[in-house]
């Protein structure tokens, strides 16, 4: 298993050797449980690197502002991008792909960017701090035709799924 540092260095945890590094290049950095490894950029971008070495293997979609901490549930399938715009990005790690359009969080939000966001450990819900309080998205798609109809007050029709919800699919 390999562990960075505070200095963006890579260590060995058995033995505490020096693998890799230092990577002054790396802004905030998150390690998966199965060993993923991405770090930010000052400009904004996630970068998938390599455990081992700190070599850049691929750039992820970020949001639109300088990434502030990255999160990753238990599995390392899905990373939780806290940005500086204030917005949450849920990137689905396998694929390198967005999740939904990126998620605002509000200009007054307390704790954004202190840990105020949380991506739950088996990846089915974020929850975040805006400024009316913590709002909790549901990830899980089996549970979002439930919740339309909920909201809706009634089933929906064929019509109306495919005119407002087509995108999600069956």
Not at 20 to 32: F, H
Not at 61 to 69: E, R, V
Not at 118 to 142: M, Y
Not at 157 to 162: G, H, Y
Request: net charge negative; glycine share 12%; aromatic share 6%.
């Amino acid at each position: 298993m390999v562990v960075w540092d505070k200095s963006e260095a890579a260590n060995d945890v058995a033995t505490g050797a020096r693998i890799a590094g230092p990577n002054r290049a790396i802004g905030a950095i998150a390690v998966a449980s199965n060993g993923t490894a991405v770090g930010t950029a000052a400009n904004g971008t996630v970068t998938r690197y390599n455990p081992h070495t700190l070599q850049a293997a691929g750039a992820l979609p970020s949001a639109f502002g300088a990434a502030d901490s990255l999160r990753f549930d238990r599995d390392g399938g899905r990373l939780l991008i806290e940005s500086g715009d204030r917005t949450l990005r849920l990137i689905d790690v396998a694929t390198g792909t967005a999740i939904g359009d990126p998620i605002p969080v509000g200009e007054h939000a307390p704790l954004f960017g202190n840990g105020g966001q949380l991506l739950r450990p088996d990846g089915r819900e974020v929850s975040a701090t805006v400024d009316a309080g913590i709002a909790i998205w549901d990830l899980e798609p089996r549970d979002w035709q439930p919740a339309a109809c909920t909201a809706a007050g009634r089933n929906l029709t064929r019509a109306e799924w495919t005119r407002y919800l087509g995108a999600l699919g069956s």
